[in-house]
């Protein structure tokens, strides 16, 4: 079973949700092509444990409201993020959804919600 939890702010999503990630090391930002990057804006990535799912937050058309957590996955580590969708509702609302963290076992999804 996949938990989501919405924390109220950022700082409590830090704090309580304590992603660690092999693959979430921090390096300059890289442009990751048009299947993760638009012309809108996007931030506050978080890779899956297993290196295949790449969590953001965009403020772009396509989602549901104001910022929206969106999901690009690949097939293996080192392969290319796939095309980028939103996550649907409970996830995303019409409100700002944001700071996307995926547990390490891939079934708790933290995220700040308003």
């Known amino acids: 079973m996949r938990t989501i939890v919405a ?3 950022m700082l409590s999503l830090a704090v309580a949700s304590g992603c660690r990630s ?3 090391k921090i390096s300059s930002p890289v442009n990751l092509g048009p299947n993760v990057n638009s012309a809108g ?5 978080d890779i899956s444990a297993d290196g295949r799912s790449l969590y953001f937050d ?3 058309p396509g989602g549901s409201g104001g910022w929206d957590i969106w999901l690009s ?4 580590p080192h392969a290319d993020f796939g095309v980028a969708a939103p996550l649907a509702v409970p996830v995303n609302s019409r409100f700002d959804d944001s700071g996307p963290c995926i547990s ?3 079934l708790t999804l933290y995220f700040a919600s308003n």
Do not use: T
């Open 7 to 9: 924390v109220g702010c």
């Open 22 to 24: 092999p693959y979430a």
């Open 41 to 45: 804006h996007e931030g506050s990535p």
């Open 58 to 60: 965009a403020l772009r």
């Open 73 to 76: 996955e690949a097939n293996s």
């Open 104 to 106: 390490d076992d891939g």
